[in-house]
C-alpha cells in the first residue's frame, strides 16, 4: 500500500520560505515522475511543480523562479522549497506520482498571513 506523508508547513509572513518534505512508502519513485500539489479554499487541487526522473522540473506560472522541487530517490522523499511566499499560497500542500496519482495523504497546511 502507498503511503503519502507530507509535513513542513506552516504559518509564515509575505517574503517567508518553508520547505516541505513528502515521505512516500510502499514504491519506489526513482522510476516516477513526482508532483506537489496545492489546495486553497474553495478551489480545486491544482498541479504546481514536477520533477521527473532525470531531475527536469517544470513549474506553474505564479510560482516559477520563487518555487524548487527536489527529489532524494534513496530516501523516497521529495521536497518542495518555498521562497518568497505570498498570501495566495496560502493552501493545503499534497504530493503524489504525477501521471498516476495513488491515495492522497493527509497534505500539509501552508499559511500566507502577516
Known amino acids: 500500500q502507498v503511503q503519502l506523508v507530507e509535513s513542513g508547513g506552516n504559518l509564515v509572513p509575505p517574503g517567508g520560505s518553508l520547505r516541505l518534505s513528502c515521505k512516500v512508502s510502499g514504491l519506489s519513485i526513482k522510476t516516477f515522475t513526482m508532483a506537489w500539489y496545492r489546495q486553497a479554499p474553495g478551489n480545486q487541487r491544482e498541479w504546481v511543480a514536477r520533477i521527473d526522473l532525470g531531475g527536469n522540473t517544470q513549474y506553474i506560472g505564479p510560482v516559477q523562479g520563487r518555487f524548487t522541487i527536489a527529489r532524494d530517490d534513496a530516501q523516497n522523499m521529495v521536497y518542495l522549497q518555498m521562497d518568497s511566499l505570498r498570501p495566495e499560497d496560502t493552501a493545503v500542500y499534497y504530493c503524489?506520482?504525477?501521471?498516476?496519482?495513488?491515495?492522497w495523504g493527509q497534505g500539509t497546511q501552508v499559511t500566507v498571513s502577516s
Open positions: 503524489n506520482f504525477f501521471h498516476s496519482a495513488h491515495s
